[in-house]
Antibody, heavy 117, light 110 residues
Framework: EVQLVESGGGLVQPGGSLRLSCAAS????????MSWVRQAPGKGLVWVSR????????SYADSVKGRFTISRDNAQNTLYLQMNSLRAEDTAVYYC??????????WGRGTLLTVSS | QSALTQPPSASGSPGQSVTISCTGT?????????VSWFQQHPGKAPKLMIY???KRPSGVPDRFSGSKSGNTASLTVSGLQAEDEADYYC??????????FGGGTKLTVL
């Protein structure tokens, strides 16, 4: 059974930093591109960032470019999102998702990030 | 990186069909056959229902179908059932390793 489990969310002050993790089981992340998708409370899904299967290519939404960094440790089968210079508008549930054929077919249950003073 | 446009709500009675639209541009929906649809129940993670415009993952009922014409994709749910009540999101590849989602449609089964 495929499982993606996000962790690392919590309460952070504006301007602070946090690193999210996504641990995979029953699923080899090195075989897939992996993305982070977020959902602000009561709002829709927003794609945030993606890294390709060998980590050689990354991409970001304009809203997080220069502040967030996606990375992966294929040996640990884990995806990361380093988030710096956090803003109130970054408050959301962050999901990790594996993609195949340009579609997000595996999703974690999400971890909540709250940016507030 | 503008969001795709979906109607905020849709509804239908059990057994009926409902279609949800997803409008983008020639840079995303119209430019690639990589449109996906997701179902999300409250408090749950999204679930892939349609990929590559019209393909269904294993286990998704054939009551769910997808199509595309120009810059607009559509999801049709036939034979509506109570458990189909959920939020539905479209997504499209937009080139340069960028993806974009729609704003979501709340489907109510009357």
């Amino acid at each position: 059974e495929v499982q993606l489990v996000e962790s690392g969310g919590g309460l952070v002050q504006p301007g602070g930093s946090l690193r999210l993790s996504c641990a995979a089981s029953g699923f080899t992340i090195s075989s897939n591109g992996m993305s982070w998708v977020r959902q602000a409370p009561g709002k829709g899904l927003v794609w945030v960032s993606r890294i390709n299967n060998d980590g050689s290519g990354t991409s970001y939404a304009d809203s997080v470019k220069g502040r967030f960094t996606i990375s992966r440790d294929n040996a640990q089968n884990t995806l990361y999102l380093q988030m710096n210079s956090l803003r109130a508008e970054d408050t959301a549930v962050y999901y990790c998702a594996g993609d195949h054929n340009y579609a997000f077919d595996y999703w974690g249950r999400g971890t909540l990030l709250t940016v507030s003073s | 990186q503008s969001a795709l446009t979906q109607p905020p709500s849709a509804s239908g009675s059990p057994g009926q069909s409902v279609t949800i639209s997803c409008t983008g541009t020639s840079s995303d929906v119209g430019g690639y056959n990589y449109v996906s649809w997701f179902q999300q129940h409250p408090g749950k993670a999204p679930k892939l229902m349609i990929y590559e415009v019209s393909k269904r993952p294993s286990g998704v009922p054939d009551r769910f179908s997808g199509s595309k014409s120009g810059n607009t994709a559509s999801l049709t749910v036939s034979g509506l059932q109570a458990e189909d009540e959920a939020d539905y999101y479209c997504s499209s590849y937009a080139g340069n390793r960028i993806w974009v989602f729609g704003g979501g449609t709340k489907l109510t089964v009357l």
